[in-house]
């Protein structure tokens, strides 16, 4: 099998996922290419529907477009469910099935930093896109009580906090 994978984002071209991707194909023996796919924000929906019809397997999404694939995805995980973002996806028959590991990254990374419990403790995340809902979520998964939310776009980091708060 080929697998035909990729990046979706605008900026792109600054990306090393191909260098890191090619290397995880050829270190499992697995024949198939990852390209960067440059996509402005008003050109999404041909995009997909280009992506598809070129037989990809899958590709990852970055800034900033995370938020805009939840919305397009047929299917969902439970974190890009409770995170309203998907950094990955899945094409499957045509569908897209939509992923986030963001969480999954975030919390491994913070794996062994922190020693203590979390109570009487708060975090700051920066930012209100796809990557700090997961920061966010992985948080109150892991039972932080208080985080603070800083961002440019004092709407969109309403919106998130807004969207957190109804799910809790």
């Known amino acids: 099998m080929f697998y035909r994978l990729g990046l979706v984002g605008h900026p ?19 024949e198939g290419d990852y390209t960067l796919i440059d996509v402005p924000e008003n050109k999404i929906e041909s995009a997909v529907a280009d992506i598809v019809s070129k037989d990809f397997a ?7 477009h995370k938020q805009a694939f939840f919305k397009l995805c047929a ?18 028959k045509g569908r897209l099935q ?4 963001d969480v999954g990254g975030f919390m491994a990374a ?28 992985g948080l109150i998964n892991s039972g932080w009580k208080k985080i603070e939310i800083v ?10 906090v807004d969207e957190i708060r109804k799910t809790l």
């Open 12 to 30: 792109v071209e600054h990306s090393l996922s191909p260098l890191l991707h090619k290397a995880a194909l050829k270190h499992f023996e697995l």
């Open 58 to 64: 899958g590709f990852n999404v970055t800034i900033p």
């Open 75 to 92: 299917k969902l995980t439970p974190q890009a469910e409770q995170c309203r973002a998907v950094n990955t996806v899945k094409i499957e």
């Open 98 to 101: 939509g992923h986030n590991t």
């Open 110 to 137: 913070l794996s062994g930093k922190i020693h203590d419990t979390v109570h009487g403790v708060s975090a700051c995340v920066v930012g209100s896109g796809g990557s700090a809902r997961a920061a966010a979520w």
């Open 151 to 160: 961002a440019r776009n004092a709407e969109a980091a309403e919106t998130m």
